[in-house]
């Protein structure tokens, strides 16, 4: 570790680096009380029915099963989700997804547990499976909520100028429907958790989750709880990607810890049960209609967009509402007509990942993009340049962006790199039987909740009688890097190094509320929070030093690593001598932030609950050169770069490897991964056929810092967790129609769409 604070700018390596390199590291799924129990569910094994019984008779009589809990067993409400409280704890009456839980049993071991739930007899009588978005707004469809009146989540439109009108001016128009696929988020660790509740009636939980705070009132909610009485702890995650934020295992384990109070459960889902119960990416089409002049200039854009929620809502709405919002692309476009549907269907629950609605709009905007430069004949880079957005102008939504804006820097970047410079040569040197494409991206993601939902953190720091820091982090880190990032701004904030600084990960006794790892959002809200918390400490050390060292003006006073110096004087005093003569309540600070929202608020988008508009933005473009085999139709990625607008960079470690890893997620989008399902049942149910891309699959990828100032961010950064990986899927389709003069429209990209694109020389 380099001598000096640890401050914000080099790169630093992150503060957990040691401990999980050597396994030292604790997640949630290394966690084995003494005498714990394991609990487990049965799933219904069909997409969508009713319960006519469920026989557990004979699970029950095992020797080590503790106890077998079904829909009766469950107070509360028995129903948990994040916004729409749609999702059975444990079913009824009705199955709507083969996931779906109809029994929970807890056992001695898992040997047991396996046993007991294969015992278990559910007789379902089936009702007809409705797969996909057609057949669930078919008139006479048959209804997956009863209640609800339709299979119909939400509707939406999001409406600037008159689209219509425009088009009919427009010297160029195109036409094109597109098709993304779901996606499972294939995280290291799987869904699990352990919980007790204790003699007092409260709930205590380590869990993998994005949302500790949140999870007590989804849990509260659905069990009847106080949220004041569930206290949870979120170790490292071992990724998250989405999957984590809202309840997995969180409902059940706390009814299993309920009826057996005083013994701790523990629950781990296998690769086979997060595939079938885990949430997945929502599958979506999207119709688009592109108007432009012969100058390229972007005119009008109607597009319509249908979004596969499976059986239940979770964040159906909200990731339809960001897919809408960002279905222009980062253009100046004059008009746009987009309207939503997000539908209930009996295929597993679609939810919250990474790109979260806007990684499926940006194949349809970029693949647009590139039709339009193809048709005018113009360079697809100078194309995007010329209608990139800019500071001052009015999105598609009709916000006017007062954030920072760094796309065509971006752009600039790679026109000017040799990827780029190179790319004739370099396609007219392929080998015998192999094509070469050279493909671009630009792309952007709202940042934060957006408008209507309070995007506030709560920053606690503490220090401790040896003279340390100790931050309590309220935000997960589910690998992204936050809880090092928090100690940089800490170590630039009060001028000390990486020794005396230790982070706490949340717990929700000892933190306070700061949201969910989620939308882009963590160190830029935490860490103006914690800034704010780092300069109350900074000026109270100084002030109590003043007082101790009998000095009666403190403007001659500075930290430095370690201790309190009056400059004048040369005198110091040690934090650890500040430490043990302060009471704990005198060595605490606390400080909020609340994400500023968008001033601006458009006289559309009236659908949406919340989360509509964004204010802040990150953007990115991305160029790829792709190998393709004309006799396999193998697609081999050979060159990546993404240039990346992501505000100051506190941490280019931390930042580069987020982008890197957003492209490796997004080349397994475009080219490998389609969560497959047939007639409801799931098609792809392990890593053996649902397939993401290895070391092997995956380029050297070049990462570049386009750094912009955003005066609203902690020390000028932005957040760049989703942005990296938008690009991929767009960015590949760009360099196989610039190979094969053919465009895909379909995700992800096969060797059977090159095949049959190198045989039709047009669409597939």
Sequence with gaps: MPHGP???????????????????????????????????????????????????????????VHRVLTRADVPGTNRQGIVHKDMPVLCGSRVRHAGDPVALVVADSRDVLRRALDLIGVSIDPLPAVCDVDAALAENAPLIHQGHGSNLLLTAEILKGD???SLKKCDVILEETFFTPSQAHAFLETENGVARMDEDGVLHMTVSTQAPFRDRFEIGHALGLAPWKIRIESPFLGGGFGGKDGSTVQCLLGLAAMRLPGRWIKMWWDREE????????????????????????????????????????????EIMELGMEHAAGPYRIGSMDCRGWCVYTNNPVAGAFRGFGVAQVSFAFEGMMDRLADRLGRDRLDLRRQNALRRGDRNCSGVTLTAST??????????????????????????????????????????????????????????TPEGSFTIYSGVSDMGQGNASTYAQIAGETLCQDAGRLCVVQPDTELAHPSGSAAAGRTTYTFGKAL??????????????????LMIDEP?????????????????ELPLSSLGAMLTR??????????????????????????????????????????EIDELTGAVRVCDYLAATDGGRVLNPQN????????????????????????????????LSTYLIPTSMDLPDTRSLAVETLEHSGPFGMKGVGEVGLNGPLPAVASALSDALGGYAVRAPITPETVLHLLSAGERA
């Design 6 to 64: 640890y401050d914000i700018g080099p790169a630093r390596p992150r503060l957990d680096a040691l401990s999980k390199a050597c396994g030292a590291e604790r997640f949630s799924t290394d966690h084995y009380p003494p005498g714990m129990l394991w609990a487990g569910v049965r799933r219904a094994g069909v997409p969508h029915g009713l319960i006519r019984e469920i026989d557990t008779a004979r699970a029950a009589s095992l020797p080590g």
């Design 163 to 165: 689209a219509e009108a």
């Design 274 to 317: 997060s595939f079938l119960a885990g949430y997945k990416r929502h599958a979506a089409r999207l119709e688009y209609t592109l108007g432009a002049m012969a100058d390229g200039t972007l005119e009008a854009l109607r597009c319509r967009l249908w979004f596969d929620t499976g059986a239940y809502a979770h964040l159906g709405g």
């Design 406 to 463: 760094g796309l065509d820097e971006c752009l600039r970047r790679l026109r000017e790199d040799e990827l780029w410079t190179s790319r004739q040569a370099w396609k007219k040197a392929a080998p015998r039987f192999t094509r070469r494409g050279v493909g671009v991206a630009a792309v952007f993601n709202g940042m934060g909740y957006g408008r209507g939902l309070a995007d506030n953190a709560i920053a606690k720091i503490e220090l």
């Design 531 to 548: 800034i704010q918390a780092c300069e109350l400490m900074a000026s109270k050390l100084i002030r109590r030093a003043a007082l101790a």
């Design 555 to 571: 403007g001659g006073f500075t930290l430095v690593p370690g201790a309190v110096r009056h400059l004048p004087t040369g005198r």
């Design 585 to 626: 309540d005198d060595r605490i600070c606390v400080a909020e932030y609340l994400m500023p929202v968008s001033r601006e608020v458009p006289d559309t988008g009236k659908d949406f609950a919340l989360g509509f508009p964004h204010l802040i933005f990150p953007y990115a473009a991305h160029l790829v050169r792709i």
């Design 655 to 686: 930042f580069h490897q987020q982008i890197e890893g957003g492209v490796a997620q997004g080349l397994g989008f475009a080219l490998l991964e389609d969560f497959a399902t047939s007639d409801g049942q799931v098609a792809t149910r392990d």
